[in-house]
């Protein structure tokens, strides 16, 4: 193929695929296969790492990450991002109808939408493509979080149609799904860290990563619903995002033009119950006057518009009687305190448990066992107590004891300086925590053994066949089929799904081998860094910090997993057995030490990458990327319009300054 074919191609494939994705992720109605779509998208990346000058900015192989972004540069709005009034009653909403009746008639049409709860964004087009995505930041600048929208694949990077202006920005809300929030939280906890404590916090959590490849995976979401820009051709709000969705943006399916207060109540009423119901978090409804032209007359005050209001609804909330408190060991060995509650209706479901978070929330409430609490679904999935109704506090309540020792194997529990949670120490014999680990272990995205499921590691844990993940390995066949609801078939597949795991790669085991912190793209990194686990387990903290986006206290971690006997000794077992400890050939072939050792700070406006590629290129050819110039520097990548101070500082210490074109050579000869 030449050029001039692959341009053609790359613009042929890329309309097409953006059209699929509009198709899947905006209207939900997908027209092609999974496994189609990932032979198109195949395809173009394919041809785009032969012509990489051909790569554009909006082509949707961009959505699957890859870039590193070290610090999001703040971004100016060019219009304020402002927010709404908002209201809690029913009385507040009519007096704003009244305000609006008074401004511009009676002749008034209100837009009813879902206020989606999670962090508002700027997305702003010149000639039908993104140019840039930032966050709402104090309103009038935020942060630029362009490179990770790019992996939301409900907002579009190029518009279809032709009608669109020529520059606007739109005004949406990223937001997770609850089934994809619940998944998160689940990977979270699986690695020993903090799960988030709703959708809200998770949406902006992600949208602030530095790794965009880890944001695709993901996966957020998006809805449209403001317009903004120059003699727009508009007379009504939901005419413009009629307009736009047909450009190819996500709108909310849910939105209503009504006349009338008692119309607008209906729809307030009718939200208030369904929207338990909505595969995502709502905390109220936006109301806006339809007709631009009224809007303009209403105008702004100096905090928001006045042609608009957030009714929100109430988190709802119910009283019940906390009749004990359970304390369960995670796979780390946090120990999270559990209410257990008279089961009580709320929000559509019975609630009997509440978490407890940890100790100080416990004495912050100051409740005790017998209490009349108040338990509220607010945007957790999980309730959470938030009073003690003391008026009904029985003579005989009886005061909350943190416990010392773990519920489950007895060890005195520890809970570091500055830390919330109490934490049980013996890793290595208390039985959630080994088993924890085990299920962590074969799990799909680790080594994968689907025939072992959390009871048949309860069984094998219980027939005293497993006390860590290396035993699995010395697992025979006539050992488990002896054993109870083990036939002859599930026992062959037990151990052929063992067998298979042999061939999962090692940046995989790395992962499911359970070093705190580690996450399947911390994973990745170290394996591509280190490439072999011989390599890993020698290096120090200082070696560590090389990597990409490892900090302390991962680095710490992964020191102290390898100082400990008993984690060598299975580490080394695992070895043994033939488990996959290196890179394959293949994956090494796209890897080179070429930078080893060498430290870059990249700096301008390049032609043949973007910046980020740069700094990609620097990581997989092994060299270190850093923000700032120091002695330590080796080279400044420079491109045009160099920050003036960087190349101060750059000649003061005498660092050498290279091109683009200088760089590229350097990793290919
Ligand atoms: S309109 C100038 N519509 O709620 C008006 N906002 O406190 C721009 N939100 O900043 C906002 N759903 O983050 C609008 N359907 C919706 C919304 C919505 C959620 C958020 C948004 C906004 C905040 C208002």
Redesign the pocket.
Known sequence: MDKKEAEKEIEKLSKEIEEHNYKYYALSSPSISDFDFDKLLEKLISIEKQFPDLVKTDSPSQRVGGAITKEFRQAKHKYP????A?TYSEEELSEFDTRVRKAVGDDVEYVC????????ISLIYQNGKLQQGIT?GDGVQGDDVTTNIKTIKSIPLGLTGANYPKEFEV?G?IFIPLKTFERINKEREDIGEEPFANPRNSASGTLKMQDSAEVARRKLDS?A??VLGENLPYTSHSQSIEAIKGWGFKV?EYVEVLKGMDAVHGFIKKWEEKRHDLPFDIDGI?I?VNSLKQQKTLGFTAK??RW?V?FKYKAERAATKLNSISFQVGRTGVITPVANLEPVLLAGTVVKRASLHNADIIDKLGVRIGDTVFVEKGGEIIPKITGVDISMRPTDALPVHFITNCPECGAELVREEGEAHHVCPNAKNCPPQIKGKIEHFVGRRAMNIESMGGETIELFYKANLLHNIGDIYNLKKDQILPLDRIAEKSAANIIEGIEASKNVPFERVLFAIGIKHIGETTAKKLAFYFKSMDVLRQATVEKLLEVSDIGEVVAKSIVDFFADADNLQIVNLLQQKGLKFELGADEIAAFSDKLQGKTFVVSGVFTKHSRDEIVNLIEKNGGKNTGSVSAKTSYIVAGENMGPAKLEKAKKLNVAIISEEDFLNMIES
């Open positions: 991002m402002i927010s709404l908002n939408e879902l206020k989606y709860d999670g962090v508002a709402r005004r809300e809805t619903y403001y909310s936006v806006k928001s518009p608009a957030a």
